[in-house]
């Protein structure tokens, strides 16, 4: 066997060292671990629908007549009518052709990289983009150009070095995940137009929370499929259930069916979740006062940390993150905010960059502005 445990040793010594807290309640807002009860603001339950009863509902009567397991891949026999309910409806959703499901948001955007991209082709994106990006660039075998965060200025000049009449695709988070800020998505859209590029955005932490009717930020930009031709989001996050979906034109999805083996070799997810998902973008659609809430909630924590005088990100999402800096001093506050029973996760590297370890505050419809004041108490006494 590996010799693994000083590797072990070195990480804990170094604050990278991570740690499983055992949930024993239902997702939200408030966390029962280890018999006490936590006020938590570290869900990506954005919108409270996480354990909503009519959610819950709708996935005990799939159960009931669909069984748990869908017992083969969608290209087999796995594929149901609720599946592909729920696929269409996130097509009409999002204002797309054609959607397809797929069972987490990592395996979407390896099935993306991988069914459109090959070893002469060039892929782009942004330094801070989420793993699962990267990851997917990597294993395409595709040349991967990486452009700093946001610098639209520098993205061009990449665009315009890298001339090549192989295929050149841009990928980047909609909403990035450590620091809550968006993607220039107006400019981005426009320069992958003007080099032949085709733009493709991660909305997982978008999708629910931005635009009107909770379309995520590419109904907040009034970016169509023409201008932003690929779109992945997650399910498990304001949604409320679980899996991802990629949304696009008739030709992408088609050819994603057709070559995308983290499609092709996985067993389909639960019909059961695809009800819940169904009834869960009806509450979005419908439910309006749950962005709202959560704007309002936003706000009223950055007023909050600033006359704390907390340096804030230039974040108008759930994600507002607390800069610290050195590992250890991150973990501490974060453990001293457990002691007052609050949880608010540390994030260190390799998640977020060097000197950059984080307390990421995320905020859920679900929370009252006492919950938002418990914390700005806690932390003005830290």
């Not at 899996?243 to 995308?260: N, P, V, W």
């Not at 070799?265 to 973008?281: E, Q, R």
């Not at 307390?359 to 003005?380: C, I």
Request: aromatic letters at 6%.
């Amino acid at each position: 066997m590996f010799e693994l445990k000083s590797e072990l040793v070195s990480k804990r010594e170094a604050g990278l060292y991570r740690e499983r807290r055992v949930n024993a309640s239902a997702q939200g807002v408030h966390s029962l671990i280890e018999g006490k009860q936590y006020l938590s603001f570290c869900s990506n339950d954005y919108l409270g629908l996480a354990n909503h009863p009519a959610i819950k509902k709708a996935f005990v009567d799939a159960v009931e007549q669909y069984g748990v397991g869908s017992g083969a891949a969608h290209l087999i026999n796995g594929h149901s009518q609720l599946h592909h309910d729920c696929e269409q409806r996130l097509a009409e959703f999002t204002g797309r052709d054609r959607a397809l499901l797929f069972s987490n948001g990592y395996t979407a955007n390896l099935a993306i990289a991988s069914a459109l991209l090959g070893r002469k082709d060039l892929v782009f994106q942004d330094r801070l983009n989420h793993a699962s990006l990267i990851d997917a660039a990597r294993l395409s075998g595709a040349k991967l150009v990486r452009y700093r965060h946001n610098d639209t200025g520098h993205l061009q000049r990449q665009l315009e070095h890298h001339q090549s009449s192989s295929r050149k695709l841009l990928m980047t988070d909609g909403v990035f995940s450590m620091d809550g800020d968006c993607a220039d998505l107006d400019n981005i859209s426009q320069l992958c137009t003007a080099n032949n590029a085709c733009c493709m955005v991660d909305d997982a932490h978008g999708f629910g929370v931005l635009g009107v009717n909770g379309g995520g930020l590419l109904e907040d930009l009034d970016l169509n499929q023409q201008q932003v031709p690929i779109l992945m989001a997650t399910l498990g996050k304001a949604v409320g259930t679980a899996g991802a979906f990629i949304a696009g034109s008739d030709d992408l999805i088609e050819t994603l069916i057709q070559q995308a083996r983290p499609y092709i070799y996985t067993t389909a997810s639960p019909s059961a979740i695809s009800a819940a998902t169904l009834c869960s973008l009806d509450l979005i659609e419908r439910e309006n006062w749950r962005r709202q809430k959560l704007a309002e909630l936003i706000d009223y924590l950055r007023c909050g940390l600033s006359a704390l005088e907390f340096e804030l990100m230039a974040s108008n999402t759930p994600i507002q993150p607390i800069i610290i800096g050195d590992n250890q001093r991150a973990l501490a506050i974060s453990e001293k905010l457990l002691k007052q029973g609050l949880l608010v996760t540390a994030i260190r590297p390799p998640t977020v960059p060097e000197g950059s370890a984080r307390l990421r505050v995320t905020l859920s419809a679900a929370h009252e502005k006492q919950d938002v004041d418990k914390l700005l108490n806690a932390l003005n006494k830290l």
